[in-house]
């Protein structure tokens, strides 16, 4: 993260430096300021830096216009808005920005806080170091639909256990695409085109239909857990998709209440009736739903409320900063606190680490699931994982 160069778009000297001080004890030295977006524009011009911290609202050119310059220029860098508005400013303001193709890491609300906004850095940090590892380059709109419909679509497990004996208490089910050389191609690779393209109910029936035979595949050598499953709300709009998951289910033998889905919004939600509908009748029908990467939604606590969840999923970035971080600890002890008052299933994301595990053991998360304890691994590995944790009955 040293390296990195950062850009502050900001009228407001008074948070300039602060950002600034908050940055350099970060160990980034490289920062330069501009107090408008006409300045920004210059500075980009003279260096294009790794990331760009935008005020919206600035005399002269404000942080809109800005944006939509970037925009046009397609610039690469890690963008990341700041403002003194209300959150649904913020949000509509990302949108836009997310509408202008721009790289977008998040938000912040000004006081700038510096755990989140380590989190976004961290963020930017960890796509440059996946683009190292080997170039992201997204599946094409043709190749994702020929792909759907010959058999792409390949499903990995993860193992969830619980934090006093490591006992497998299920598995979240996580999307792979099968390249045609053979090559195991991540979701960041396809998942935006699938999205953006209309095409996610297609894959998640599929990656549902993949996860259920799975799981009764288990149940048949003695191994019954529970499944969980990703959904985007912005993807429950089909009334029938309560009869399509419940149905494929009990074809397989499988009860609904062996199955979770994983909710996240990644978008502003105009219509919400009709997600909350499908979630309550599922939830009615014995399905657990469980509230994913909690912490990083600006929603999170507004989901919480409206919808009738069973589980918490906190975000590994809460996780991988706690044992370090004063104000990752503090987030992470408040989130599980909310879920203890809420009667909500704590589960930690990503924890990597004995460090990590042990702090989370010491909070008192009921279920952990991450590199620690396993990876992502194919449904015949999953069983032979199951049968050495001593999980499987026969
Ligand atoms: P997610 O739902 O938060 O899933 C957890 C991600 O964290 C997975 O990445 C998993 O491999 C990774 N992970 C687990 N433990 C660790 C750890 O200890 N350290 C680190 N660094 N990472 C860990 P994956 O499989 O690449 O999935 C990325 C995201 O793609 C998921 O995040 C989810 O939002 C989305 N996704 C995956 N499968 C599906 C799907 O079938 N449908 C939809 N709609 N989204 C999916
Ligand atoms: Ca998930
Ligand atoms: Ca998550």
């Known amino acids: 993260m040293q390296d990195m160069t950062v850009l502050i778009v900001d009228d407001d000297t008074f948070i300039t430096n602060l950002t600034t001080r908050m940055l350099k004890k970060l160990g980034i030295e490289r920062v330069r300021s501009a107090k408008d977006g006409h300045d920004g524009l210059s500075e980009i011009g003279t ?5 760009i911290l935008c005020d919206l609202n600035m005399p002269g050119m404000d942080g809109l216009e800005f944006l939509r310059h970037l925009g046009e ?12 508005e209300d959150k649904r400013v913020l949000q509509t303001a990302t949108q836009l920005a997310k509408a202008h193709h721009l790289n977008v890491l998040g938000s912040l609300q000004k006081p700038i806080k510096p755990v989140p906004l380590k989190v976004l850095l961290d963020k930017f940090d960890e796509q440059q170091s996946a683009s ?5 380059t997204l599946l094409t709109l043709e190749a994702v639909q020929e792909g759907l419909h010959n058999g792409r679509i390949d499903v990995f497990f ?15 089910a996580l999307v792979r695409w099968r390249s045609e050389d053979g090559r195991l191609i991540p ?29 009764a595949d288990w149940v048949q050598s003695g191994l019954n857990i529970k499944v969980a499953v990703n959904f985007s709300v912005d993807s429950l709009t089909r009334f029938d998709l309560v009869d399509f998951l419940v149905g494929t289910a009990r074809d397989k033998g499988i009860d609904p209440d062996k199955l979770i889905l994983e909710v996240t919004e990644s978008r502003i939600m105009e219509e919400v009736t009709t997600p909350l509908e499908i979630l309550t009748r599922l939830r009615i029908k014995g399905a657990g739903l469980a ?9 999170s606590m507004q ?72 990876k992502p691994m194919p449904a015949d590995d999953l069983l032979a994982w199951a049968r050495a944790n001593g999980d499987v009955s026969s």
């Open 73 to 84: 220029d397609k610039i690469g860098s890690g963008i990341i808005l700041v403002s003194g």
């Open 132 to 136: 190292r590892r080997g170039p992201i």
């Open 303 to 374: 989901q919480l409320k409206r919808i009738p969840f069973t589980e918490l999923k906190i975000d590994r970035a809460f996780v991988a900063g706690a044992p370090t971080d004063d104000e990752a600890r503090a987030m992470l002890e408040s989130s599980i606190a909310l879920a203890k008052k809420l009667d909500l299933t704590i589960v930690a994301e990503g924890v990597e680490t004995q460090e990590e595990w042990d702090l989370i053991e010491r909070l008192g998360v009921e279920i952990v699931q991450g590199y620690f304890i396993a």
């Open 158 to 172: 993860q193992p969830k256990v619980s934090v006093p004996d490591r006992r497998l208490v299920g598995v979240e």
């Open 291 to 299: 509230i994913d990467d909690f912490g990083t939604g600006a929603s």
């Open 187 to 215: 979701p960041i690779a396809f998942l935006p085109v699938v999205e953006e393209n209309g095409l996610i109910d297609e894959l998640t029936a599929q990656v549902f239909q993949i996860a259920v035979g799975a799981a």
């Open 47 to 51: 260096e294009k830096p790794d990331i």
